[in-house]
């Protein structure tokens, strides 16, 4: 409901598990009224009989579509018998197109606070009378701020922060509700309350008020009558306000709420209260109003206490969940009046067992609640959000069980798609470990960490991590938002800033690795759903922020020593490997170009095919001619000296009280060691990328294993070089020493965490390590999905499931399971496209088994680990290479041979 894209596409799934089912043609039918599909009649468009296997994402290129229009459709489907199927009716509605269609004023109370003072929250209200019985209402609505709204006493909708977060002074979002069933005849009441949320609120380490001083509203009320008539009901100066029982809230300090102050029937009763304030209206024509696009953030699930609270001082109680998880709690109890609950958050408990704090920074993280002694309450947050495991209440006199405090998740609505398990219980806490810190994180945008004064949309982790995300869940809506808010932070010289959107003191250039994500992410949303409209709607982003690149990049090095502007944070978090900045930065400058030919073939951009591959070619050499051994570079001098303060306190946070170790000079056959001392991440970068000639790949190989080794079994990599490492070992002959890495258990390591009770990915490697206790509170989130990347592979090479690059979205499926690291079994389910997808392996002594199921209308190419006695569904069978068709099979190989 709501939409505002006029060429919308439709998808359908077919619901078979016959084998060899898949579609050849299909017909779709639009229309006004749902009726008409009955007779297959469309007024609106009828696709005809189109003879395709094309399923997902099919163009409307009908009538124009008009606001406030409701289209249904359905969709016949024939299939390889020549039997014709029939949907459901659907339907969708339009939102409001056109700037003239709305009439609503921004308004706002007459006070606002300043970049460190906060104000109360205010209550807005509106009355209204129905003369006779409507037939539809909808209320199209959205804030500078966050807003909850109701009418007659009764909630609209289940969002939570809504409009959500973008580059409010370009653009902000409405949502589109059908409210007919909260009108009553007669005398009606709407109304608001408007939290300061990101427009207005604390954002980063910079304050508050980064767009506005304070929240506005706009809110569009149309009610449609059985003669065609409509009544509107708008935001504007006849409305009024007053301040209630939210003393203050925002996402970083928290809450505080007085029920005493709570305001009674303020959005039942028809007469606005004489002590209610005239709203201030406010004048923002620049931004534009587009429908809401992806997910909203809703409550997802509760979590109740693990055991009973433990009493650590008088009135103060301490609650654990047993899992860092993002949201608030619910409390409730009975007191007195004016008695005041103090609840405090923590993802760790510190060498005392109290809460530790030291790690939020600035961010109080605190909410309030003061009784207004009317038996037992319930409250929970309104406009606020943390990242804990722990919660602390203190100043409550009642009883204290388990129940008084649930915690409440909330993240970003997207449905799971993806599930992994195997025999290695602590893989599989892994597992669980990045799925938590994907929905800690994936709150609206995606976030560095959910709990310090930061939570920003940093470029760098979406860059790792998306393809990750993609798996675990459905993050196409979500990743669309965030491809717009790129788009809407792009610097005037063609550049993209570290974080997303824009709201902080950074450097406007996100730099290697970072800047990036604008072409990375948007790729893999393609990869994974088919989304050529992304490439096409960002091609113009993606371009010019290629243009930057190469005039940055003089003889094709990005970021040289000499540059001037900013060159990158590194490889964040690394482990005593400091990996050039330029070298990052030139590695990546050719796998940019590398994607971009690929999109220019997708969308039919033949010259720039020529450009971006031609790019490519002169960047790999420029990588060659600059850092492979026998290369001859003079030492530049480096950035001027504001830079390099910069880069030096980058460098000092990234490695925090990390104990310095020599590992001595390393000699290198691949890498000018004169110039650099080779870390596992130039290796990486260099192989994944494809930078190296076909004689040094053999090579690079070894050296890096030999790093591996050189470390005791353990990676040096940070942000940068992790997520493709155990890719590049697996497919250079090095499966063992990926898992190798995978089982390892003291740090640096992704295990490392799990074994110390972690719930979620950290930040850091040694966050919390028994020999040095906690890493600098500077920089230490224990909800930080990053290094979670490792996910990808785990789906990808252990359970084998992988994206044909010419048939994305699972449309063509290869599936290549690499058994290894003493495993006994894997599975991965996924839901795609065209329906769920299941790799199943199991292995004991020397028989391999293999179950999958392919979605109807897909197809697969199934590559056995293993050669010797091969049976597929009972029948024997020879060979390891399998093409399949939709279907349930079971392979079973015995007398395995490796």
């Not at 990743?479 to 959107?501: E, F, H, L, Y």
């Amino acid at each position: 409901m709501g939409i505002d894209v006029q060429k919308p596409r439709f998808s359908w799934k077919m619901e078979t598990n016959r084998q060899g089912a898949h579609q050849t043609a299909y017909r779709i039918f639009f229309a006004t009224d749902k009726n008409l599909l009955n007779e297959n009649e469309a007024d609106c468009w009828d696709t005809g009989k189109v003879e395709t296997d094309q399923s997902v994402q099919i163009i409307y290129e009908g009538q124009a579509l008009v606001s406030r229009q409701r289209v249904y459709w359905k969709v016949q489907v024939w299939d390889e018998t020549n039997s014709v199927s029939e949907s459901d009716v659907a339907w969708f509605e339009m939102g409001l197109l056109e700037s003239e269609d709305w009439q609503a004023k921004w308004i706002g109370a007459n006070l606002a606070g300043n970049s460190e003072t906060m104000i109360p929250v205010p209550y807005f209200r509106k009355g209204f009378a129905i003369s006779e019985e409507p037939v539809s209402a909808r209320l199209y609505i959205t804030a500078l701020g966050v807003f909850e709204c109701s009418i007659n006493g009764e909630r609209v909708g289940e969002d939570i922060f809504s409009p959500g977060w973008t580059d409010y002074g370009k653009r902000v979002q409405y949502l589109t509700y059908d409210v007919m069933k909260h009108l009553r005849s007669g005398d009606n009441v709407i109304g608001t309350i408007l939290g300061d949320g990101w427009a207005a609120g604390y954002i980063g380490w910079t304050g508050r008020q980064s767009y506005v001083d304070r929240p506005r509203i706009l809110a569009q009320l149309v009610i449609t009558f059985n003669n065609g008539q409509t009544q509107t009901i708008v935001t504007d100066s006849s409305w009024t306000y007053q301040f209630g029982p939210i003393i203050y809230s925002d996402f970083q300090m928290g809450e505080a709420y007085d029920s005493r102050k709570e305001l009674v029937a303020w959005d039942t009763r028809y007469a606005s209260p004489s002590d209610w304030i005239q709203v201030e209206v406010f004048q923002h024509p620049d931004i534009a109003l587009t429908a809401q696009t992806g997910p909203t953030v809703r409550r997802i699930q509760e979590l109740v206490p693990t055991a009973e609270p433990l009493k650590t001082a008088p009135l103060r109680w301490l609650f654990d969940l047993g899992q860092n998880m993002v949201g608030r709690v619910r409390f409730q109890g009975a007191a007195p009046a004016g008695t005041t609950v103090t609840f405090r958050f923590a993802e760790i408990l510190d060498e005392n067992g109290a809460l530790y704090t030291a790690n939020l920074r600035t961010a109080n993280a605190t909410d309030s609640y003061t009784f207004k002694g009317n038996g037992k309450e319930t409250w929970e947050a309104k406009f606020t959000f943390h990242g804990f495991r722990y919660v602390e209440i203190e100043g409550y006199i009642g009883d204290v069980t388990r129940d008084t405090i649930t915690g409440i998740v909330l993240h970003s609505a997207m449905e799971q798609t993806g599930t992994f398990d195997c025999s290695d219980p602590l893989l599989n806490q892994l597992q669980r470990n990045i799925f938590w810190g994907q929905k800690g994180n994936f709150l609206e945008l995606p976030t560095d960490c959910p709990q310090r004064d930061e939570r920003l949309g940093w470029t760098g982790d979406i860059q790792v991590f998306s393809e990750t995300a993609a798996f675990n869940m459905d993050i196409a809506g979500f990743m669309t938002r965030w491809a717009q808010n790129v788009q809407d932070a792009q610097n005037p010289d063609g550049s993209i800033p570290a974080v997303v959107p824009y709201a902080s003191n950074l450097q406007t250039d996100g730099g290697p690795a970072w800047s990036d994500a604008a072409i990375i992410c948007i790729w893999i949303v393609y990869m994974y759903y088919g989304d050529v409209r992304i490439l096409e709607q960002h091609y113009g982003t993606m371009k010019y922020f290629m243009d930057f690149l190469v005039e940055t990049s003089p003889n094709h090095i990005r970021c040289a020593p000499d540059y001037e502007g900013w060159p990158g944070f590194g490889d964040w978090l690394s482990v005593n490997a400091s990996t050039p900045r330029d070298l990052i930065g030139t590695a990546f400058l050719a796998y940019d170009a590398s994607l971009m030919a690929r999109i220019a073939a997708i969308i039919n951009k033949p010259e720039d095919v020529e450009r971006y591959q031609q790019l490519f070619n002169d960047t790999k050499q420029a990588f060659c001619d600059r850092y492979l051994a026998g290369s001859n570079v003079p030492i530049v001098a480096i950035q001027p000296s504001a830079m390099r303060r910069e880069m030096d306190d980058a460098d000092r946070i990234s490695q925090g009280n990390l104990e310095r170790v020599d590992y001595g000079e390393i000699a290198s056959e691949v890498f000018n060691t004169d110039l650099f001392t080779p870390t596992q991440t130039a290796y990486v970068l260099a192989l994944y990328f494809d930078l190296l000639p076909e004689d040094l790949r053999t090579k690079a190989v070894n050296e890096l294993v030999a790093d591996i080794k050189r470390r005791g079994m353990h990676l040096s990599t940070g942000f940068v070089g992790t997520p493709y490492l155990n890719h590049v070992l697996s497919e250079n002959g090095q499966l063992d020493v990926a898992y190798e890495l995978l089982h390892q258990k003291t740090w640096p390591s992704w295990l490392y965490a799990v074994t110390q009770g972690a719930t979620t990915i950290w930040e850091r490697w040694d966050g919390w390590t028994e020999e040095n206790g906690f890493q600098t509170p500077e920089m230490n989130s224990f909800n930080h999905y990053a290094y979670g990347a490792i996910g990808a592979w785990m789906y990808r090479t252990i359970a084998g499931v992988n994206i044909d690059p010419d048939q994305p979205a699972y449309k063509n499926i290869s599936l290549s399971p690499q058994p290894g690291g003493g495993l006994k079994y894997a599975r991965a389910t996924l839901k795609t496209a065209y329906g769920e997808l299941v790799s199943h392996w199991q292995f004991d002594a020397d028989t391999f088994k293999y179950d999958v199921v392919i979605p109807p209308n897909s197809t697969a190419s199934v590559i056995l680990p293993f050669d010797g006695n091969i049976f597929l569904n009972g029948e024997r069978t020879q060979g390891t290479c399998h093409k399949l068709m939709a279907g349930e099979y079971t392979f079973e190989v015995t007398q395995v041979v490796s």
